[in-house]
């Protein structure tokens, strides 16, 4: 059967990419072709967080292994505090796959309000060093669990309340049951990677699913670019598209614009997901070690999440028209039994809770900070 010209295009984009990284004096041009740097991305955050009110330190965290982890930290220095007040526990957001701290920009002021927020850009990803991966699936997760614990260090952490999203929320699980004593709460927000391959997340009666709303069956082209896109970088498309790189974010991904539209009438978001994404490929490199075809994770979480202490508590967070399943969550409550466990639906939120519903998840967030001090 012969390729599409959209799949000739696509498999032709990658094969350079694929030449590119193998040979770099040949191919010399090929980063100048992507109209980016580091210091674009640099730009186009610092227009973000022009936007925050409160008290920000932004800098790079050196790791004992010199890796930089790029890093915010927010304070509300408004706020009175009493000499004999102890300070509470700090709040630290970890991203999803191909994001950075600039998304969280309508979370940061509410949620730093009462207590230290810090952010950070995930080891490969954004501003943060890029390093390689391993093509090895525990060994790649080992490296950024690594690098968030090096991270902890060095800022200086006892502990804290330690929320991720997507691949951050498995991130921050695989480091909770690592790390069980520097965790006091786990908020995981849209969580990848929590099912097992080929199990059906729900098992649904006779009587639910005469009124169930049916998925749609994906069409063979879908599935002919999936099987091409499995083989490659996630998304080595946006680098090897070049100068039209900008213009295929815009296209694919409208919604990030109309998340933040009110604070930016331009294309601040999508310039900023493009500039994190279209760098030497780096941190997706070992998400795509992580995962199989369809985005699977190769080591699902629900197989680990018995190995979190019954006395952590954790709270997780879906979106009700998210593509992630929140059936998973229930799944983690059944796991783990009378440990504290809470599953909650946000309605009218896709995966990207935090900026679909932003006044109802920081309601959530502050509300779970508070439990604990």
Same mark, same amino acid.
């Given at each position: ?48 967080? @022009? ?6 330190? @932004? ?46 920009? /309508? ?7 009462? /207590? ?73 927000? $849209? ?5 097992? /391959? ?37 998304? @080595? ?28 009438? $331009? ?31 190769? /080591? ?24 992630? $399943? ?48």
């Amino acid at each position: 059967m012969n390729e599409s010209p959209q799949l000739s295009f696509i498999t032709l984009c990658f094969r350079l990419e694929t030449k590119a990284n193998r040979s770099s004096s040949l191919w010399s041009w090929w980063p100048s072709w992507r109209p980016t740097s580091m210091s674009l991305l640099k730009t186009t955050e610092s227009k973000i967080l @022009a936007c925050i009110k409160n008290d920000l330190w @932004a800098r790079f965290v050196t790791l004992a292994n010199q890796d930089r982890i790029w890093t915010l930290s927010l304070t509300n220095k408004g706020t009175p505090k009493s000499a004999e007040q102890a300070p509470k526990t700090p709040l630290v957001m970890v991203h999803g796959f191909g994001g950075g701290v600039g998304l969280w920009i /309508r979370n940061l002021d509410a949620l730093s309000r009462s /207590r230290t927020v810090y952010a950070f850009d995930l080891l490969g990803f954004g501003r943060s060093s890029r390093p390689s991966f391993p093509s090895d699936a525990a060994k790649a997760e080992e490296q950024f669990v690594d690098s968030i614990e090096q991270w902890r260090q060095a800022v200086g952490l006892e502990n804290m309340i330690l929320l991720g999203h997507s691949l951050g929320g498995y991130l921050a699980t695989s480091y909770a049951i690592q790390h069980p004593s520097r965790v006091s709460h786990l908020i995981l927000v $849209d969580p990848w990677g929590f099912p097992e /391959r080929g199990k059906p997340e729900t098992q649904q009666s006779e009587d639910q699913s005469a009124e169930a709303v049916k998925r749609p069956t994906i069409p063979r082209w879908a599935k002919a670019i999936v099987s091409i896109l499995s083989l490659f970088n996630p998304l @080595a498309v946006i680098r090897a598209a070049g100068p039209w790189g900008p213009g295929l974010v815009n296209r694919f991904r409208p919604d990030f614009k109309r998340k933040f539209e009110d604070l930016f009438n $331009d294309d601040t978001m999508t310039q900023y997901i493009y500039h994190c994404n279209a760098q030497t490929p780096s941190g997706e490199i070992g998400f795509r070690a992580m995962s199989e075809t369809l985005g699977w994770a190769k /080591r699902p979480m629900l197989q680990r999440v018995h190995l979190l202490p019954p006395s952590m508590p954790v709270t997780m967070l879906y979106g009700a028209r998210s593509w992630v $399943d929140s059936s998973s969550g229930d799944r983690v409550a059944e796991i783990r039994g009378k440990a504290h466990t809470k599953v909650l639906l946000v309605e009218d939120a896709s995966h990207h809770v935090y900026a679909d519903q932003p006044d109802d998840f920081n309601r959530v967030v502050e509300n779970i900070c508070k439990s604990v001090d």
